[in-house]
């Protein structure tokens, strides 16, 4: 297994007389702002995903961090020259700017069952930040973590690969002939919605039951095994980790879900490699990692020889340097 990490003297600050831009991850569960300056990674903030109130709470709430992320890092707002989105999906488009259908944030999706205190069926975004901006950048999470890793981790000089987050929901970022795809409206690279199984009991968000997210994401699980003990994912890959033989069992068959996902992106796209990140596999990526690639080695050799699973080389910190990469 080839180890991938963030090489200490990568140097994230801007360079002199460049103007300040601001980053902007957003995620089902947390939204992350900075400000990039000549002096590097400024005001970092987080805070739990708004997902209460009108279809605009969510972009009013990326407004009111980012003038506080300017506020620490005695920026002006209205000197950041460019701002990178890097947001969970799909997209959808309202006259021309980008709302969220995302199914962890819009309960709409699925209705009461999801659980979600919203009916939203999209969060407005694009449209108020190009009227407090001038220079927008929004992409898919996963095509922008792709671009970070393409650019400083573990899928530099690769023509054919994959990046993929495992956490609160599954997020894929496609590259292919040296050119990462975007699709129609911005959306490839929504493999957690491929349909992998006939179980009835996994909703996900976006209304599918069995897609990839709805089994193995890291809300899926307390959502399947919580009537087994198991209250979150953490507790669920721990108990795997220390020997209980139930959760032991349940995290090998996510595995075989989520490795045979990994497979079939690799044998459509002819990949070379696949780095991965997200929560759920950072945290626990020892034990994760050779079953994942278990379900690739030794299946149909001439598309899978030498391709590898890695660590993202960027870390846990993939998202903040995804929405940089965006505005680089």
Same mark, same amino acid.
């Given at each position: 297994?080839?180890?991938?990490? !963030?090489?200490?003297?990568?140097?994230?600050?801007?360079? =002199? *007389?460049? +103007?300040?831009?601001?980053?902007?991850?957003?995620?089902?569960? $947390?939204?992350?702002?900075?400000?990039?300056?000549?002096?590097?990674?400024?005001?970092?903030?987080?805070?739990?995903?708004? $997902?209460?109130?009108?279809?605009?709470?969510?972009? %009013?709430?990326?407004?009111?961090?980012?003038?506080?992320?300017?506020?620490?890092?005695?920026?002006?707002?209205?000197?950041?020259?460019?701002?990178?989105? =890097?947001?969970? *999906?799909? /997209?959808?488009?309202? %006259?021309?700017?980008?709302?969220?259908?995302?199914?962890?944030?819009?309960?709409? !999706? +699925?209705?009461?069952?999801? *659980?979600?205190?919203?009916?939203?069926?999209?969060?407005?975004?694009?449209?108020?930040?190009?009227?407090? /901006?001038? $220079?927008?950048? &929004?992409?898919?999470?996963?095509?922008?973590?792709?671009?970070?890793?393409?650019?400083?981790?573990?899928?530099? @000089?690769?023509?054919?690969? =994959?990046?993929?987050?495992?956490?609160?929901? &599954?997020?894929?970022?496609?590259?292919?002939?040296?050119?990462?795809?975007?699709? $129609?409206?911005?959306?490839? *690279?929504?493999?957690?919605?491929? #349909?992998?199984?006939?179980?009835?009991?996994?909703?996900?968000?976006?209304?599918?039951? @069995?897609?990839?997210?709805?089994?193995?994401?890291?809300? =899926?699980?307390?959502?399947? #095994?919580?009537?087994?003990?198991?209250?979150?994912?953490?507790?669920?890959?721990?108990?795997?980790?220390?020997?209980?033989?139930?959760?032991?069992?349940?995290?090998?068959?996510?595995?075989? &879900?989520?490795?045979?996902?990994?497979?079939?992106?690799?044998?459509?796209?002819?990949?070379?490699?696949?780095?991965?990140?997200?929560?759920? /596999?950072?945290?626990?990526?020892?034990?994760? !990692?050779?079953? !994942?690639?278990?379900? &690739?080695?030794?299946?149909?050799?001439?598309?899978?020889? @030498?391709?590898?699973?890695?660590?993202?080389?960027?870390?846990?910190?993939?998202?903040?340097?995804?929405?940089?990469?965006?505005?680089?």
């Amino acid at each position: 297994m080839t180890t991938y990490s !963030l090489h200490d003297a990568l140097d994230m600050r801007l360079p =002199a *007389g460049a +103007a300040p831009v601001a980053c902007v991850d957003i995620g089902g569960t $947390k939204v992350a702002i900075s400000i990039v300056n000549q002096q590097g990674i400024q005001g970092r903030l987080v805070e739990p995903t708004v $997902k209460e109130g009108a279809p605009d709470a969510l972009a %009013q709430q990326v407004l009111r961090m980012l003038d506080a992320s300017c506020a620490i890092a005695q920026v002006r707002r209205d000197n950041i020259a460019a701002v990178g989105v =890097a947001s969970c *999906g799909p /997209f959808v488009l309202n %006259q021309g700017c980008i709302e969220l259908a995302a199914p962890n944030i819009c309960g709409g !999706l +699925a209705g009461a069952a999801r *659980g979600l205190p919203n009916s939203w069926t999209s969060a407005v975004l694009e449209a108020p930040l190009r009227s407090a /901006f001038a $220079k927008v950048r &929004i992409e898919n999470d996963g095509i922008a973590a792709l671009e970070a890793e393409r650019r400083w981790g573990a899928l530099q @000089g690769l023509r054919h690969c =994959a990046y993929v987050t495992w956490s609160t929901g &599954i997020g894929v970022g496609l590259c292919v002939d040296g050119r990462p795809l975007h699709g $129609k409206s911005g959306n490839a *690279g929504h493999a957690g919605h491929m #349909f992998v199984s006939d179980n009835d009991d996994a909703l996900c968000g976006c209304g599918n039951i @069995g897609d990839l997210e709805a089994l193995v994401a890291g809300n =899926a699980m307390p959502r399947r #095994f919580s009537a087994l003990g198991y209250a979150d994912a953490a507790g669920l890959l721990q108990a795997a980790r220390t020997g209980d033989a139930l959760a032991g069992q349940l995290v090998d068959e996510l595995c075989r &879900i989520m490795g045979r996902a990994l497979y079939n992106l690799v044998v459509t796209l002819d990949l070379q490699r696949i780095s991965m990140g997200g929560s759920v /596999f950072w945290h626990h990526r020892d034990h994760l !990692l050779p079953r !994942l690639q278990a379900q &690739i080695n030794g299946r149909l050799p001439a598309l899978t020889a @030498g391709v590898e699973v890695v660590p993202a080389g960027l870390g846990d910190r993939v998202g903040d340097y995804a929405a940089l990469a965006l505005v680089m």
